[in-house]
């Protein structure tokens, strides 16, 4: 058995670190944070260029071909970097729901691809918590097409995206998996109104609201009433983009604290000759480290063919990188003591987004859950 | 769950509960439960009501205008104050220079500043820590230098907490650079609004701006404004951060929290039920619900039977520990609590006025910056790890 990666992988890696290295400097992820529209089509066009939009995309249909690994490692990245673009949004789960739901939808692969088509998702509400059955939104049959009511909660880039993946129920009761329907709705469809907002992590997104929006038929995404397991898949995949963001966010508190305590110093010494904080260094480190197996294994499960294990070892890596990114981002601040407090320093906003990473998608006390359940058996 | 007192302090409690609930103006109750940020005018106008009752300086002597209780008493107010929807008694003043005043200052000094504390005429900032010396206060740099009947004071002063509010600052300066660092060491009270002093905002994680910088430049301070005598600051100091045990744990203010995130708890839905009734998140709140007993315990401990008149020792360190992670823990479940709605910013919302629109329940929006804020408690006031050293050395003989 052989955990390494692959040549074209490695070259990946490389070229995905070289490339945030030059171009996304702390001081550019804040510039292009705080101000409208939140992200950079500058940067999203480099992206496109680098192939990193294509990635997940079948080599016939103009991408790479490649998998949950190069998704890792392009998310890794950007967790390093702290990006702020939707790569998440529109790639994994935009791009993962059109591959999945097939049919004609798959030629935005294309536009998607080459940066064109950004998408999003607008799944959960203000009652489902992070249960991904649990929807209200109604899609009543209307003519030939579908009319959509209901509140989209803390939708990830809504107000960014071209068109938004919105789930409404054509059956069923409110929590039944079956019964869930996927419609690619334009952003600016009438009756669709967003309250945008920034997050707490600097990124952007909305609550949508659908007051009787009308869809054409072939608005839907897979079949009527199956839309349920194409988000259960394509959720499984960004459980563990997001671990891979949160393992490269670690990454950068974890280097950054261990120069900290090497410069710092107080009562005339480096604040690292304290052995006490070398311990706690070490917690860091290895939080670290285990995050990032559980990630790479994980990568790896949903690329082996059997679903369960793929999705148990998704939430196995949620949950690791949801508690161990808290522990990490805690005390990252902890050491750095009032600089630790500053929004000057890049530290706290790692500590900001490890926090919204682990109450994205399901926090790990939601995963942890999921995993009993879904492991009890074997 | 509380711990239960005698008869007689469970009737002191019930009394001050009853009025402390009456006394709070109702904005001021709204705004505070909801997680705003208290204005300056919120701090005042509480803590006038508490003057005009007699409770503001619960710690100070009766002669100097406190309420003349026992220990077990000002612990119990304390904790009922805190567990109040109001803004806390700023500490700089009444629990902080207050003490030191009243031990070592001068009668004029008496005479001019206890009364103004009392009335909430002057706001108190505390100039100790310096950006090289944090944890290592002793190593501080700003001078002082003698001209005739003042000081001449150059330097700098950070993580000032509410340096823009303030008239006055109680403030270790260097007079001298000889023997150890801890000699040399002068405490002046330095007013504010003196040419040469100026202050910017740092802004923190959560988007606030509550601490600051304060620059000295060649700012003049009459010799009378000093503590005591030239060079023994560092006595008068370590007085001031030995006085406080009872409110350094925060037990009121954690009661608080536990009491809010049990309400958000309640009103959060996961699998069609509330939250709170979920097993893993209430086995989560209940066990930080023990620990805050244990420190409530604790509390009651130091302050009661043959430990109420003795000064208080390095066991203020166990409750300063422990009272940070209790509310660092709190409001982190209170963020868990909210599930995404957690997420969204609204930094407007924290204004007071401001009746935009926010995105999901009224209380989310100061849920998440409430916990990165809060982060600080176990930085600020001789960080978690230093309180650690204390014990070790002073508790433990190493
Ligand atoms: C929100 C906030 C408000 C504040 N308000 C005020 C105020 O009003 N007035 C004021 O004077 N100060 C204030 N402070 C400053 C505060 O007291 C200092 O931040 C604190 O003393 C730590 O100092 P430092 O920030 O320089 O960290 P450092 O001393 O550099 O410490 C960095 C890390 O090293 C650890 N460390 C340092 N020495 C040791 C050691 N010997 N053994 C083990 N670990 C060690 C620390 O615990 C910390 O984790 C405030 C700070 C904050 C964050």
Redesign the pocket.
């Known amino acids: 058995m052989d955990l390494s990666f692959t040549e074209e992988q490695r070259l990946l890696a490389e070229s995905v670190a070289r490339f945030l290295e030059k171009e996304y400097a702390f001081e550019h992820r804040r510039a292009v944070a705080s101000a409208d529209p939140g992200f950079s089509r500058e940067s999203w066009a480099q992206f496109a260029e680098l192939g990193w939009l294509g990635i997940g995309t079948p080599e016939d249909q103009g991408g790479l071909g490649g998998g949950a690994v190069e998704h890792m490692i392009v998310m890794e990245g950007c967790g390093r970097h702290l990006v702020v673009e939707p790569y998440l949004s529109t790639v994994i789960l935009g791009g993962g729901l059109l591959r999945r739901g097939g049919g004609s939808k798959t030629a935005l692969l294309a536009d998607l691809a080459s940066g064109k088509l950004l998408l999003a998702l607008a799944h959960g509400e203000r009652k489902s918590r992070f249960d991904l059955a649990h929807v209200e939104t109604s899609a009543e049959k209307s003519g030939k097409g579908f009319k959509l009511t209901g509140h989209k909660a803390v939708a990830f880039h809504a107000q960014l995206a071209d068109r938004i993946i919105v789930s409404a129920r054509t059956s069923g009761k409110t929590t039944d998996s079956t019964g869930i329907t996927l419609f690619l709705v334009p952003r600016d469809a009438k009756g669709v109104t967003l309250l945008p907002y920034r997050t707490v992590d600097g990124l952007r997104a909305a609550d949508v609201r659908l007051d009787g929006v009308t869809v054409e038929a072939s608005a839907v995404l897979g079949a009527v009433d199956a839309g349920h397991d194409l988000v259960v898949a394509a959720v499984d995949e960004a459980l563990v983009a997001l671990s891979a963001e949160a393992v490269g966010a670690m990454a950068a508190l974890f280097a950054q604290t261990r120069e900290y305590l090497k410069t710092?110093k107080?009562?005339g010494v480096p604040?690292g000759s304290?052995q006490?904080?070398q311990h706690r260094l070490v917690d860091m480190f290895m939080a670290l480290e285990l995050a990032r197996s559980t990630t790479e294994a994980a990568a790896r499960a949903l690329g082996d063919g059997d679903a369960d294990y793929g999705r148990a070892s998704a939430a196995a890596a949620k949950v690791q990188a949801g508690r161990q990114g808290r522990l990490v981002g805690q005390e990252a601040v902890?050491?750095?003591?009032?600089?630790g407090?500053t929004d000057e320093l890049p530290i706290g906003h790692y500590f900001k987004r490890l926090t919204a990473i682990d109450t994205s998608f399901g926090n790990a006390d939601w995963h942890q859950r999921r995993f009993a359940g879904l492991t009890a058996a074997s | 769950m509380r711990i239960k007192l005698d008869a007689a302090h469970e009737r002191f409690r019930d009394e001050v509960r009853g009025f402390l609930d009456k006394a709070v103006p109702a904005d001021i109750r709204e705004r505070c439960e909801l997680g705003k940020r208290m204005t300056k005018d919120d701090y005042v106008r509480w803590q006038t009501i508490l003057y005009k009752q007699g409770w503001v300086a619960p710690g100070w002597p009766k002669e100097h205008g406190g309420p003349g209780w026992t220990t077990l008493q000002r612990a119990i107010f304390d904790t009922e104050l805190g567990a109040t929807p109001a803004p806390p008694v700023i500490a700089f003043g009444v629990t902080m220079v207050g003490p030191v005043i009243i031990k070592f200052g001068s009668p004029a000094q008496k005479a001019h500043f206890l009364p103004r504390i009392l009335k909430s005429e002057d706001w108190w900032?505390?100039?100790?820590?310096e950006p090289d010396a944090?944890?290592?206060l002793a190593g501080l740099k700003t001078r002082a230098v003698s001209d005739g009947d003042d000081y001449i004071v150059n330097g700098s002063?950070t993580?000032?907490?509410y340096a823009q509010y303030a008239d006055m600052m109680f403030c270790l300066v260097r007079t001298g650079s000889d023997g150890k660092k801890q000699e040399g060491i002068s405490f002046l009270l330095i007013d504010m609004h003196s040419p040469g002093v100026s202050v910017t905002p740092i802004v923190?994680i959560d988007g606030g701006a509550?601490?600051n910088s304060v620059f000295f430049d060649n700012v003049r301070v009459p010799k009378a404004n000093r503590i005591g005598e030239e060079g023994k600051g560092w006595t008068y100091a370590k007085y001031l951060l030995a006085h406080e045990r009872t409110n350094i744990a925060r037990v009121g203010l954690s009661t608080r929290l536990l009491r809010r995130l049990k309400e958000i708890a309640a009103q959060e839905q996961m699998d069609g039920r509330p939250l709170i009734e979920d097993p893993a998140f209430s086995s989560r709140i209940a066990a930080v619900e023990i620990d805050l007993m244990a420190l409530e315990a604790t509390v009651l401990r130091a302050v009661s039977g043959e430990n109420a008149g003795k000064p208080p020792g390095p066991e203020s360190s166990i409750l300063k520990i422990k009272g940070s992670l209790i509310q660092e823990e709190l409001t982190e479940l209170m963020s868990e609590a909210a599930g995404v709605y957690a997420l969204p910013y609204h930094p407007e919302w924290f204004e007071p006025g401001w009746n935009g629109e926010t995105a999901g329940p009224a209380y989310a929006p100061a849920l998440a910056p409430t916990y990165f804020n809060w982060r600080?408690v176990s930085?600020?006031?001789?960080?978690n790890?230093?309180q650690r050293?204390i014990i070790a050395k002073q508790m433990l003989g190493f």
């Open positions: 710092r107080q009562f604040i304290f006490v904080l902890q050491l750095h003591g009032g600089m407090m | 900032c505390q100039g100790y820590s944090g944890s290592d002063k993580w000032t907490t923190t509550e601490i600080k930085i600020y006031g001789g960080s790890e230093i050293n």
